[in-house]
Structures are given as structure tokens and as C-alpha cells.
């Protein structure tokens, strides 16, 4: 059975289950009758932090990496701090409570101040508070703290949130994966896993209930699974895959010098997808050809008040600054689908994928998208940045959108605000009639750029998060790749002018062959699959991906696709495959 749910990255595992869990008891608020118990309770309270700050100094201590050691002082630091532990026992003396209570309300009040700062990193951690406040609480509630040091096989660690203090441990050694029922590729935990390089798959519901203890399972964090009842020739499948999935890592570390060419020689782009100021460093040591995507929702999301044109501009020029010349193309606002954002006004609708989002809000919303604008074009200022509309359905949104950028123009330049006045505006193809209708698009744009996520789920009419009908979500459709075609061939001849995909497809091996065949000039895929995307497209001979192509096209299902492709990508990879 494979169950379906936001890839997180890092590659594969198989692995035994191991479901933790994380909950704590309902607290039920305890009132002290006196001084005496009231003085014990502070006491007490002292103890359980002290403690707590011990235990993260010694996994501070004992990380090898920087990340973590950075967590661990950060959780020290909080819980050292003379105004918490004030807070804390001035709780307990005015409401006479317990140190439980005490704890659960600062605790909760600190969260909510960090949700606020406008700091992408101070934000971040306000999810944080809750891993700590958890942790005082099981302390103070004489609960088993999550102990890896047992596990004596490879496991894959399953909660409904995997709390992020589980991967400071230092017995990793085993934990060869984790699936977490909540949680986003940007929460704490999923950014340490990068880091760690576990694989992990976050977002299926109720896995933890579905999954039980010690069962054997398959987690693929590069496309978003997990598969169960596997069957022996299944494991031995999977074991294989593994092997070679191993073999083409070592074969990569090299590829960070080499530029993005196929095996003759024809450049290509292999850009990355970003989305977080913290994945700046991680991108620039990959060397990648640029930022192919960069998804500035995730700077709107989990936040109450909308991000300020400052804080926008300043995320914004660090990544245009550090890639120099490299294009950095930074999508305006996605917002909308399944990326809820609470204080914008956008209703519950029937279908919201089809509803009020992304350049639609936008549109409608003049003085707001102006904010993002002029916080990309004052970044232009300082490197190659380009402006990307995401959700374009129609000739008429694009120039819409164009008339409030010059808007922005005129307005930095009437404050002598310094800005790329050629900067490039290019649109997403995720909408079968945008891609029907590229070849009169393009004359409106420098460049398109495949957004396959959507481009499917639209023209197969398939939910890209529903596993129900998941088989249906297929890059080879016939009626998809004759979209991407039309969209490649549009922009052929048109001078200045690219087209890339920065949609998954383009880090499907088997696709890969294919789009090299039809012409398509930029990649742009996650940092994790950014070198063996690389690796892959030096193992292809651009002509014979281009009879490879037309054979495709004449095609008739995505079966007779798939399998076509496979044969072919067997001989052209080789062992990589
Ligand atoms: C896409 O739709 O392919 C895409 C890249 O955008 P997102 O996944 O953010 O919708
Ligand atoms: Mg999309």
C-alpha cells in the first residue's frame, strides 16, 4: 500500500517502524492553599528547569553539527533567562498554582511574542517553544523521555509531529527516516532532518495510527511516499535501489564544479527551488546555475500580520547578493490552495484550487502585491533577479500585473530608489490554457518556467495531495507531455527569451531524457536532487534525447510511456540507474 505525502527530501530508507508518542496528559490546573506549598513549588520549578538546561547542554556538547549545537544553546539561553524563570514563579504566587500550569501559560505567551517579530529566524523558533515546553512538561510529569539508544535496527520514526528535540539526540545511528502526519518542509524539524540527511515524508494523515510498531516499511523522501506490505520481491527491489542510489551519491560530490552540460556538450541550467533564508548557505555550497524558483509564500505563511516590504526586500537582496550572476527568479506571492493564509481575506471556498489565489488575490489586492514588487525590484539592484507570476490562466492577467509593476517602477524611481529597469518578467505554465496558449503568451514575456506540480493535477484533473487517485498523477500522460511540447516549442526562435520547469518532473530520471529531447533549457529542482539532476543530464546525448522525444509523442498511454522511457533510461545511466 503507498500512502502519499509532502516530500521533505533526503533520499530513501527501509526501515522498521517506530511510533512515538508524543502527547502529554491533560493538565488539570492544581490550586496551593499556602506560602509553604507555594515556596516548595517554585523550588521544584527551579529543579525541572535546571535540569532540562543540563540535558541540552550535554546534547549541545556531544553534536558534531553546527545547527545543533546552535538549537541547544538557543533552548538553554531561553531557560536561563531571569525574565522567564520571573515569569514562571510570579505565576505561581499570583494565581497559586501548580508549576505546570505556570509553565504551559509562559511558556504559551513567549510562543505567541515570537509568532509576531518580524525575524524569519526568531519566527522559526517560536515553534520551538513548544518542543521545549514539552519537554518541561514531561520532566515535571516524571514521563519517559523518547530514547533512541535502544534501537538496535534501522527504523523509521513515525508521530503525528515528530518534535524536533528527538533529532538532537546522538543515537541517529539507526534512525534511518522519520514521517510526521503535520508538519511542513519549512518546520524546524524537517530543515534539521536536511541536515542530518535523513529521509522523510511529511503530512500523511493519521499515518501514525495506520502504521503499527516494528512493521517494515519503505519511506521515499525525494518523491513524497511511503509504501507498506511490502512482499519480499519488493525488499529486494527496494534493496537494489538502494545500492544504486548510494553509488550515485558518491559519484555526485564531484559534479559541484562541473557545469550543467549534456554528455555532447550542449549547456543546460540546473537551477535550485528555495523558498527560506535559512537554505541560502546549503544552495551556494551546491555551486547550482541559480535559483530557478524561489517561493516567497513561505516568508507569508505562519505569521499573523503580513511581511513587511522591508523585510521582503532584505531576504531578497541576501540571496541576490550571494548568487551574484546567477539568475535568481523570485515568484510572487502563491498564495491560496493548500497554503492558507490567516490574515489574508480569502473565504473557505468549495475548491479552493480553483479558487481565489496566487496572481487572482493578487490582481484584486493592488496596494499588497505592489509591497512584493517593489521589495523584488529594489533587490534587482544588487544581482540577476527576475520576477515570476505564478498561477497565469489568461493574456490579460499578465498585463494587468505588468500595469501595477511599472506602477511600482515609477514609484521607486520617483524616490530615487535604485532598481533593474529591464528586469526579466516571466510567467509559470501550470494551467493547461496558459500552455495551450504559450506561442501568444511568450510575445508578452522573457521566459516561462513549467510548474508540472499544477500542470498536471489541472489537465488529468487529479488533487496533487489526494493518494486515492494518485495513479492518475502521471508525467507521462500523452495529453501532459503534448502541454510541455507546446510550451518548449512556443519559445523556440524567440530570441532572449527561455523556457525551464521547476515543477518535480524535472527531477524525474526517466522525464529528464525526455524534456532534454524537447528542448527545454533550465531544470529547476530542490537542493537535494540538485547534483544528481546534473549527473543525469551529463549521461544524455541531446540528439538521441530528441528521437527519444519524437517516439514518445507518438505514444498513446502513459504506460507504453513509462515503460519506453525505462528501457532507454536502463541503457543511457547505466549503473546510476
Ligand atoms: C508547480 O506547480 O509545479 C510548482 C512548481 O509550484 P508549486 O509546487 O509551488 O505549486
Ligand atoms: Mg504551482
Given at each position: 500500500?503507498?500512502?502519499?505525502?509532502?516530500k521533505?527530501?533526503?533520499g530513501?530508507?527501509?526501515?522498521?517502524?517506530?511510533?512515538?508518542?508524543?502527547?502529554?496528559?491533560?493538565?488539570?490546573?492544581?490550586?496551593?492553599?499556602?506560602e509553604?506549598e507555594i515556596?516548595?513549588?517554585?523550588?521544584s520549578?527551579?529543579?525541572v528547569?535546571n535540569?532540562?538546561?543540563?540535558?541540552?547542554?550535554?546534547?549541545?556538547?556531544e553534536?558534531?553539527e553546527?545547527?545543533?549545537?546552535?538549537?541547544?544553546?538557543?533552548?538553554?539561553?531561553?531557560?536561563?533567562?531571569?525574565?522567564?524563570?520571573?515569569s514562571m514563579e510570579?505565576?505561581?504566587?499570583?494565581e497559586?498554582c501548580?508549576?505546570?500550569t505556570a509553565?504551559?501559560?509562559?511558556m504559551?505567551?513567549?510562543?505567541?511574542?515570537?509568532?509576531?517579530?518580524?525575524?524569519?529566524?526568531?519566527?522559526?523558533?517560536?515553534?520551538?517553544?513548544?518542543?521545549?515546553?514539552?519537554?518541561l512538561l514531561?520532566?515535571?510529569?516524571?514521563?519517559?523521555?523518547?530514547?533512541?539508544?535502544?534501537?538496535?535496527?534501522?527504523?523509521?520514526l513515525v508521530?503525528?509531529?515528530?518534535?524536533?528535540?528527538?533529532?538532537?539526540?546522538?543515537?541517529?545511528s539507526?534512525?534511518?527516516?522519520?514521517?510526521?502526519?503535520?508538519?511542513?518542509?519549512t518546520?524546524?524539524?524537517?530543515?534539521?532532518?536536511?541536515?542530518?540527511g535523513?529521509?522523510?515524508?511529511?503530512?500523511?494523515?493519521?499515518?501514525?495510527?495506520?502504521?503499527?510498531?516494528?512493521?517494515?516499511?519503505?519511506?521515499?523522501?525525494n518523491?513524497?511516499?511511503i509504501e507498506?506490505?511490502?512482499?519480499?520481491?519488493r525488499i529486494?527491489?527496494?534493496?537494489e535501489?538502494l545500492?544504486?542510489?548510494?553509488?550515485?551519491?558518491?559519484?555526485?560530490l564531484?559534479?559541484?564544479?562541473k557545469?550543467s552540460t549534456?554528455?555532447?556538450?550542449k549547456?543546460?541550467?540546473?537551477?535550485?527551488?528555495?523558498?527560506?533564508?535559512?537554505?541560502l548557505?546549503?544552495?551556494?555550497?551546491?555551486?547550482c546555475?541559480?535559483?530557478?524558483?524561489?517561493r516567497?509564500?513561505?516568508?507569508?505563511?505562519?505569521?499573523?500580520?503580513?511581511?513587511?516590504?522591508?523585510?521582503?526586500?532584505?531576504?531578497?537582496?541576501?540571496f541576490?547578493?550571494k548568487?551574484k550572476?546567477?539568475?535568481?527568479?523570485?515568484?510572487?506571492?502563491?498564495?491560496?490552495?493548500?497554503?492558507?493564509?490567516?490574515?489574508l481575506?480569502?473565504?473557505?471556498?468549495?475548491?479552493?484550487?480553483?479558487?481565489?489565489?496566487?496572481?487572482?488575490?493578487?490582481?484584486?489586492?493592488?496596494e499588497?502585491?505592489?509591497?512584493?514588487?517593489?521589495?523584488?525590484?529594489?533587490?534587482?539592484?544588487?544581482?540577476n533577479?527576475?520576477?515570476?507570476?505564478?498561477?497565469v490562466?489568461?493574456?490579460?492577467?499578465?498585463?494587468?500585473?505588468?500595469?501595477?509593476?511599472?506602477?511600482?517602477?515609477?514609484?521607486l524611481?520617483?524616490?530615487?530608489?535604485?532598481?533593474n529597469?529591464n528586469i526579466k518578467v516571466?510567467?509559470?505554465?501550470?494551467?493547461?490554457?496558459?500552455?495551450?496558449?504559450?506561442?501568444?503568451?511568450?510575445?508578452?514575456v522573457?521566459?516561462?518556467?513549467?510548474?508540472?506540480?499544477?500542470?498536471?493535477?489541472?489537465?488529468?484533473?487529479?488533487?496533487?495531495?489526494?493518494?486515492?487517485v494518485?495513479?492518475?498523477?502521471?508525467?507521462?500522460?500523452?495529453?501532459?507531455?503534448?502541454?510541455?511540447?507546446?510550451?518548449?516549442?512556443?519559445?523556440?526562435?524567440?530570441?532572449?527569451?527561455?523556457?525551464?520547469?521547476?515543477g518535480e518532473?524535472?527531477?524525474?530520471?526517466?522525464?529528464i531524457i525526455?524534456?532534454?529531447?524537447?528542448?527545454?533549457?533550465?531544470f529547476?529542482?530542490?537542493?537535494?536532487?540538485?547534483?544528481k539532476?546534473?549527473?543525469?543530464?551529463s549521461?544524455?546525448?541531446?540528439?538521441e534525447?530528441?528521437?527519444?522525444?519524437?517516439k514518445?509523442?507518438?505514444?498513446?498511454?502513459?504506460?507504453?510511456?513509462?515503460?519506453?522511457?525505462d528501457n532507454?533510461?536502463?541503457?543511457?545511466?547505466?549503473?546510476y540507474?
Amino acid at each position: 500500500m503507498k500512502y502519499l505525502g509532502n516530500k521533505v527530501g533526503n533520499g530513501l530508507a527501509i526501515g522498521k517502524v517506530y511510533i512515538i508518542n508524543t502527547k502529554i496528559p491533560r493538565i488539570e490546573k492544581k490550586s496551593l492553599s499556602n506560602e509553604e506549598e507555594i515556596t516548595k513549588e517554585k523550588e521544584s520549578l527551579k529543579l525541572v528547569l535546571n535540569e532540562v538546561v543540563r540535558d541540552y547542554e550535554k546534547l549541545g556538547q556531544e553534536a558534531k553539527e553546527d545547527e545543533i549545537k546552535d538549537l541547544c544553546n538557543f533552548y538553554k539561553i531561553l531557560l536561563n533567562s531571569n525574565s522567564l524563570i520571573t515569569s514562571m514563579e510570579e505565576e505561581i504566587t499570583r494565581e497559586k498554582c501548580d508549576k505546570l500550569t505556570a509553565i504551559t501559560k509562559v511558556m504559551k505567551t513567549k510562543q505567541e511574542e515570537l509568532s509576531l517579530v518580524d525575524n524569519a529566524y526568531l519566527r522559526e523558533r517560536s515553534k520551538d517553544i513548544e518542543d521545549v515546553t514539552n519537554k518541561l512538561l514531561r520532566k515535571t510529569l516524571g514521563m519517559k523521555e523518547i530514547d533512541l539508544k535502544t534501537l538496535t535496527e534501522d527504523t523509521i520514526l513515525v508521530a503525528e509531529s515528530i518534535p524536533p528535540s528527538v533529532l538532537l539526540s546522538n543515537h541517529l545511528s539507526h534512525v534511518k527516516g522519520i514521517i510526521s502526519e503535520i508538519g511542513g518542509k519549512t518546520s524546524h524539524v524537517a530543515i534539521l532532518a536536511g541536515t542530518l540527511g535523513i529521509p522523510a515524508v511529511f503530512g500523511i494523515k493519521e499515518i501514525s495510527k495506520i502504521l503499527t510498531n516494528g512493521e517494515l516499511i519503505y519511506i521515499n523522501g525525494n518523491e513524497g511516499y511511503i509504501e507498506t506490505n511490502l512482499t519480499n520481491t519488493r525488499i529486494t527491489e527496494i534493496k537494489e535501489k538502494l545500492k544504486k542510489e548510494e553509488l550515485l551519491k558518491e559519484s555526485l560530490l564531484d559534479m559541484k564544479d562541473k557545469s550543467s552540460t549534456t554528455k555532447d556538450n550542449k549547456k543546460l541550467l540546473v537551477s535550485a527551488n528555495a523558498g527560506e533564508l535559512s537554505e541560502l548557505d546549503k544552495l551556494l555550497e551546491l555551486n547550482c546555475d541559480g535559483i530557478g524558483l524561489f517561493r516567497t509564500e513561505f516568508l507569508f505563511l505562519n505569521r499573523n500580520v503580513a511581511p513587511e516590504e522591508d523585510y521582503l526586500f532584505n531576504v531578497y537582496k541576501a540571496f541576490a547578493e550571494k548568487m551574484k550572476d546567477k539568475q535568481l527568479i523570485i515568484r510572487t506571492l502563491d498564495i491560496g490552495g493548500d497554503k492558507k493564509c490567516s490574515y489574508l481575506d480569502i473565504n473557505n471556498e468549495q475548491n479552493p484550487f480553483l479558487g481565489y489565489r496566487a496572481i487572482r488575490y493578487c490582481l484584486n489586492n493592488k496596494e499588497f502585491f505592489k509591497v512584493s514588487l517593489r521589495a523584488i525590484l529594489r533587490a534587482s539592484h544588487y544581482g540577476n533577479v527576475m520576477i515570476m507570476y505564478p498561477f497565469v490562466s489568461s493574456l490579460e492577467e499578465i498585463r494587468k500585473a505588468n500595469e501595477i509593476l511599472n506602477e511600482a517602477k515609477i514609484e521607486l524611481a520617483s524616490n530615487n530608489i535604485p532598481f533593474n529597469k529591464n528586469i526579466k518578467v516571466g510567467i509559470m505554465i501550470e494551467i493547461p490554457s496558459a500552455a495551450i496558449m504559450a506561442n501568444m503568451l511568450i510575445d508578452e514575456v522573457d521566459f516561462f518556467s513549467i510548474g508540472t506540480n499544477d500542470l498536471i493535477q489541472y489537465t488529468v484533473a487529479v488533487d496533487r495531495l489526494n493518494p486515492t487517485v494518485s495513479n492518475l498523477y502521471s508525467f507521462y500522460n500523452p495529453g501532459v507531455i503534448k502541454l510541455i511540447k507546446n510550451t518548449i516549442d512556443s519559445v523556440k526562435n524567440k530570441k532572449g527569451k527561455f523556457v525551464g520547469m521547476c515543477g518535480e518532473m524535472a527531477t524525474d530520471p526517466l522525464s529528464i531524457i525526455l524534456l532534454v529531447g524537447l528542448g527545454l533549457e533550465e531544470f529547476s529542482v530542490n537542493a537535494s536532487m540538485v547534483l544528481k539532476v546534473k549527473k543525469l543530464i551529463s549521461l544524455i546525448d541531446s540528439n538521441e534525447a530528441k528521437k527519444i522525444a519524437n517516439k514518445v509523442l507518438t505514444l498513446k498511454t502513459s504506460k507504453e510511456i513509462e515503460e519506453y522511457l525505462d528501457n532507454k533510461a536502463r541503457i543511457i545511466y547505466g549503473k546510476y540507474y
